[in-house]
């Protein structure tokens, strides 16, 4: 089955570095990934959109300088958080879509980032 | 703006008994999509219910979609402790790509 992957699951940074999390689509290719942050007992929050070679597309409220996304190619997106503060502590998810009929989204198993 | 809401945010029920839970969506969009999520994981794709009328079942639940109503239901029956989890329902922004917006989710405990 497809699946997806993300590097690290956890880190811990100090406040003001940056961190970059990989997200990796294993067996298919993804015409686009998303990027989702999952505040404790809360429910997903949508980022951005990310295309394989474009801008990412950054949803309303979402700084797009903050939290930089390169999708280099069809199996890997990346999320970079600059100058990370405590506020950006957060579990982050990415999803993949293969673009087929199924609409199915394959989500990474997160990365939980602690901003000390 | 599309809002998601479910209902109910939290259920605790006894392991065999049936329950609803009830996914309510405001803008029009044809696919509607059913997660679970245990405790520090990701989620776990359900179902993908594309069109009106969609009804798909796996194991001890079933999910279906109204469109015209804007409604979508996952049925449990017969809950077992495995259940535990929370449930999100999410639904499709309407443009390209599939963004999604996720419901508040729904934390389902099952009691033995």
């Known amino acids: 089955g497809a699946v997806v992957s993300q590097h690290p699951s956890w880190v811990i940074c100090k406040s003001g570095t940056s961190v970059k999390i990989e997200c990796r689509s294993l067996?298919?290719?993804?015409?686009?990934m998303f990027w989702y942050r999952q505040f404790p007992k809360q429910s997903l929050m949508l980022m951005a959109t990310?295309?394989?070679?474009?801008?990412?597309?950054?949803e309303q409220g979402v700084e797009k300088d903050k939290f930089l996304i390169n999708h280099a190619s069809l199996t890997l997106s990346t999320l970079t958080v600059t100058s990370a503060h405590p506020e950006d502590s957060s579990f982050y998810i990415c999803s993949a879509f293969t673009g087929d009929l199924s609409y199915e989204q394959y989500f990474g198993p997160g990365t939980r980032l602690t901003v000390t | 703006e599309l809002k998601v809401e479910q209902n109910p945010l939290f259920l605790s029920m006894q392991e065999g008994k049936n329950y609803t839970i009830y996914c309510n969506y405001s803008?029009?969009?044809?696919?509607l999509y059913w997660y679970r999520q245990d405790p520090g994981k990701s989620l776990e794709s359900l179902f993908v219910l594309l069109s009106n009328g969609a009804v798909k079942q796996e194991g001890r639940l079933m999910a279906s979609l109204d469109t015209k109503a804007r409604l979508s239901t996952l049925h449990i029956t017969a809950a077992v402790h495995d259940l535990s989890a929370t449930y999100f329902c999410?639904?499709?922004?309407?443009?390209?790509?599939?963004?999604?917006?996720f419901g508040e989710g729904t934390q389902l405990t099952v009691n033995p």
């Open positions: 803008t029009t969009s044809d696919r």
């Open positions: 067996d298919f290719q993804a015409t686009t």
């Open positions: 990310s295309n394989e070679g474009s801008k990412a597309t950054y």
């Open positions: 999410a639904v499709d922004k309407g443009t390209s790509g599939s963004r999604l917006t």
